[in-house]
């Protein structure tokens, strides 16, 4: 297994492929790569449906898979607000990679057998697939499909993003082989000599204690340990210094409980998620997910610091648990808020993981939606970065 990653700025899109290839070609010692992953910005957006037939003339029989993007990864680079190419490429002697594409009417049932999530990802009985998954955010709801593969292959990794950069309905672009699709999923299978372990880093801290959803309805929080909202957020707010007061007005999130048999609770047990506001007349709180009575929640801050300790923590948790593998690239999957706006220095979380995890090819893109797992199951997230470790299963 050998991995290369680049990504190049030239105006041009068809010089930006010519210079990309040569760069991969160079990465894989001249071997023609049996993946390629492609990520192109928004500023080529004339120019996307010609990107496949692009690519085509470079390479001979690699596996195109990718979509458009706000801003690109590759070779370690973070690039935003400026044309930009991402090549990630990598030569899999005993892997078998298969791609499908999904319209929402296309995904079988969430509770629906196995084998009828095997027959529409085309994955054989008993294998054992990692999923890259691309959507696009305009016309395809991810989250039954997410639902429906933890349930049929709860071994499995499901990672990859949102498309960015289309700025509207049918302008999302979508690459699976010779195929162009704007709208849907497209889903990538991976299965034989290969594997892929996944972190993720939400950016934000927690500030007061844990507290339980006492009274709740769909996205609707009516009581926070037998307490209106209202007078909770208030009472947390007191006791806030001046500098969270801050923060608290602009940048306040709210986690939600993943693990029901905790005693105590970590940043990483909880799925952060917006807050929408607060009802004017009950004091109630509508925040950016569904919750029931009894779950456990804690509100969260977001700024720079925050998301940089986070992505430590994440990531020295992850090398812990890679230590002894042999990793050979690494994916990144990071929101449109992220990047040099928010940290105010480029490359941060791809310079983050080649300190602390491992000094390989890193590709990817700035999503407009995350997906990852916590605690065993896969969400769409916001304002979060996804990390894949790839390597093969042989050399553990």
């Not at 940089?308 to 990144?332: F, I, N, T, Y």
């Not at 993981?353 to 916001?382: K, L, S």
Request: proline share 5%; net charge negative.
């Amino acid at each position: 297994m050998k991995w290369t990653s680049t990504a190049v700025t030239h105006p041009d899109l068809s010089t930006a492929v010519q210079q990309a290839a040569g760069q991969v070609f160079e990465g894989l010692g001249r071997q023609e790569p049996d993946l390629l992953i492609a990520f192109v910005s928004a500023e080529y957006l004339p120019e996307f449906a010609a990107l496949g037939a692009l690519l085509a003339r470079e390479f001979d029989s690699a596996f195109l898979f990718g979509c458009c993007a706000g801003g690109v990864i590759g070779g370690g680079r973070e690039l935003e607000d400026r044309p930009g190419l991402s090549l990630t490429a990598a030569v899999l002697p005993n892997v078998k990679l298969r791609g499908v594409h999904f319209e929402t009417a296309d995904v079988p049932p969430v509770f629906a057998e196995r084998r009828m999530w095997e027959d529409a990802l085309q994955v054989g009985a008993h294998e054992d697939p990692a999923f890259l998954l691309l959507a696009d955010p305009f016309s395809f709801a991810a989250d039954a499909l997410l639902k429906g593969l933890d349930r049929a292959f709860p071994g499995s990794t499901k990672f990859g993003g949102l498309a960015s950069g289309g700025r509207q309905p049918g302008m999302t672009a979508l690459y699976l082989q010779d195929r162009i699709y704007r709208s849907g999923m497209i889903a990538l299978s991976m299965t034989g000599d290969i594997e892929v372990r996944t972190t993720l880093a939400q950016g934000s801290r927690p500030i007061g204690d844990p507290l339980f959803v006492t009274g709740a309805h769909d996205n609707l929080i009516r009581e926070l340990d037998g307490e209106i909202p209202r007078e909770v957020l208030g009472a947390v707010f007191e006791r806030l210094p001046a500098a969270d007061r801050k923060l608290f007005s602009e940048a306040l999130y709210i986690g939600i409980g993943t693990a029901c048999d905790r005693s105590e609770y970590r940043s990483g047990d909880f799925l952060i998620r917006s807050i929408l506001g607060l009802d004017p007349k009950s004091g109630a709180l509508w925040i950016g997910d569904q919750v029931e009575a009894n779950t456990v929640v804690q509100l969260h801050l977001r700024d720079a610091v925050s998301a940089a300790q986070d992505v430590e923590r994440s990531l020295k948790a992850h090398q812990q648990a890679v230590s002894g593998s042999e990793p050979s690239a690494a994916l990144l999957f990071s929101c449109v808020s992220r990047g040099t706006a928010f940290y105010g220095q480029p490359d941060h979380d791809s310079n983050a993981y080649r300190r602390i995890v491992a000094d390989v090819p890193i590709g990817g893109f700035f999503c407009g939606g995350e997906i990852g797992p916590i605690q065993g199951t896969t969400y769409i997230h916001g304002q979060t970065s996804v990390f894949a470790t790839v390597g093969p299963r042989s050399r553990k």
